[in-house]
């Protein structure tokens, strides 16, 4: 009887593994597809339209201002924190915090890493040589553009003198303007009707971000006249430092349904993904402001590629290159 038990035991154990076989070789092909519609999520090409390195506040490159960063976040720990969510490049605009309108340091650092950083830098609308400033960056390697910010707190007018020599010389020498006037969007707004010549790069979104937690109690107040500034043909626009919106934990899932009122005024040619790391680091760490990008549901391949890499270096002209 034992004996029988046993055939019996051994003749199901190999209708099972049979059977399970059977079934892996069915769902084979679906779990392939399946490995491979994710490793098609992610873009061909990454670009962070905004990053801020900086080493640490010295006698030798003393910071203008200290803001809540780290103590320093170099070229190195910059593309080091790139590597690891792999982020193949960045627009390196030069902290104006630190820095204002020095842009050395931003120079070294892509000296050292020539493929993975393009430059940008502040330029001073109080200096009657801007226009030779502006020329000269032009010649600088790896530069791609140039940024003035007229804050509610700069006191600038659109019809400032020295904005109106700015945009002249971009144009001249065919720079975009990185353009921060978050919180003065009916001034900003002027300034770029002011200059339909001019191609103007909008930081953040033209929306005001915070610099620690939490979120603003309405944070997209100002979301209506973003939609209506994509009118503005000589305009593109960085969704950047977007994750700091949010007043949900990672992975920030508040934040799709105002930017896909963004995407669909803009178009996703005309926006660039960005994280404003390390402005951000109190809120997010640079990993939480690329990943949710990178999973949500909400963007075909297609769209995440442009909004994640394509437009960027289109904008810019630029694309990185690996070491």
């Known amino acids: ?12 154990d190999r209708r099972t593994v049979l059977q399970a076989g059977a079934a892996l070789a069915a769902s084979g092909p679906a779990l392939l597809h399946g490995a491979q519609a994710n490793a098609q999520r992610r873009p061909p090409v990454i670009i962070d339209s905004q990053v801020h390195a900086y080493e640490a506040n010295t006698p030798q490159r003393p910071w203008f201002r200290v803001p809540n960063w780290p103590a320093h976040v170099t070229g190195d720990e910059m593309v080091a924190a790139m590597d690891k969510v792999g982020v193949d490049g960045a627009i390196f605009v030069s902290p104006f915090s630190m820095y204002q309108y020095d842009g050395s340091y931003a120079v070294e650092v892509q000296k050292k890493h020539p493929g993975r950083f393009a430059l940008v830098k502040s330029v001073n609308p109080d200096d009657p040589a801007v226009p030779d400033v502006i020329a000269d960056w032009k010649k600088t390697p790896g530069t791609v553009g140039i940024r003035i910010i007229m804050t509610k707190e700069t006191n600038r007018t659109p019809e400032d003198p020295g904005l109106d020599r700015i945009c002249r010389a971009a144009v001249k020498h065919d720079f975009p303007i990185n353009f921060l006037f978050w919180g003065n969007l009916d001034a900003g707004r002027t300034l770029i009707d002011r200059h339909p010549d001019t191609r103007f790069v909008i930081d953040h979104m033209a929306i005001m971000q915070p610099n620690e937690p939490p979120a603003p109690p309405e944070p997209w107040t100002d979301l209506p006249k973003v939609l209506d500034l994509a009118q503005r043909k000589n305009a593109v626009i960085k969704i950047s430092g977007a994750c700091t919106l949010s007043k949900q934990s990672y992975p920030y899932a508040d934040i799709w349904d105002p930017l896909k009122r963004l995407f669909d005024a803009w178009g996703f040619e005309r926006c660039l993904w960005g994280t404003d790391w390390t402005r951000a680091f109190a809120v997010v760490n640079y990993e939480q402001a690329t990943e949710p990008f990178l999973k949500t549901e909400r963007l075909s391949d ?6 994640m890499g394509g437009a960027t270096a289109k904008t810019y002209g630029w694309s990185p290159k690996k070491a």
């Open 1 to 12: 009887m034992s004996d029988e038990s046993d055939i019996r035991d051994r003749l199901i």
């Open 302 to 307: 297609s769209e995440r590629a442009m909004l």
